[in-house]
């Protein structure tokens, strides 16, 4: 008994993908500035200058890494769906 199950095409939804993929990105953005805004130094924080930069690097470190390989995701996504079929 071969039932006849038709095939998910991939091509369908590359561009929903990588629309997904880029909003990823835009949100990793936004959420490495909320970062940012709250470890900043200010009088009357308690975090000073030095530590304030260690957290942007710490945090910016991982946030690159993943914005990276969604754009790699998105170019991929993209290309998948301009082929013809």
Same mark, same amino acid.
């Given at each position: $008994?071969?039932?006849?199950?038709? !095939? $998910?095409?991939?091509?369908? /939804? =590359?561009?929903?993908?990588?629309?997904?993929?880029? #909003?990823?990105?835009?949100?990793? +953005?936004?959420? /490495?500035? +909320?970062? =940012?805004? #709250?470890?900043?130094?200010? @009088?009357?924080?308690?975090?000073?200058?030095? !530590?304030?930069?260690?957290?942007?690097?710490?945090? @910016?470190?991982?946030?690159? =890494?993943?914005?990276?390989?969604?754009? =790699? /995701?998105?170019?991929?996504?993209?290309?998948?769906?301009?082929?013809? #079929?």
């Amino acid at each position: $008994m071969s039932a006849s199950i038709p !095939q $998910m095409s991939v091509r369908k /939804y =590359a561009k929903l993908a990588a629309l997904g993929a880029l #909003g990823v990105s835009l949100g990793v +953005v936004a959420l /490495y500035l +909320v970062i =940012a805004l #709250g470890s900043r130094h200010t @009088a009357t924080s308690g975090i000073d200058s030095t !530590q304030a930069a260690l957290a942007w690097i710490s945090a @910016a470190v991982p946030c690159s =890494a993943i914005i990276a390989a969604h754009l =790699a /995701y998105v170019k991929v996504l993209l290309a998948e769906s301009k082929k013809a #079929g």
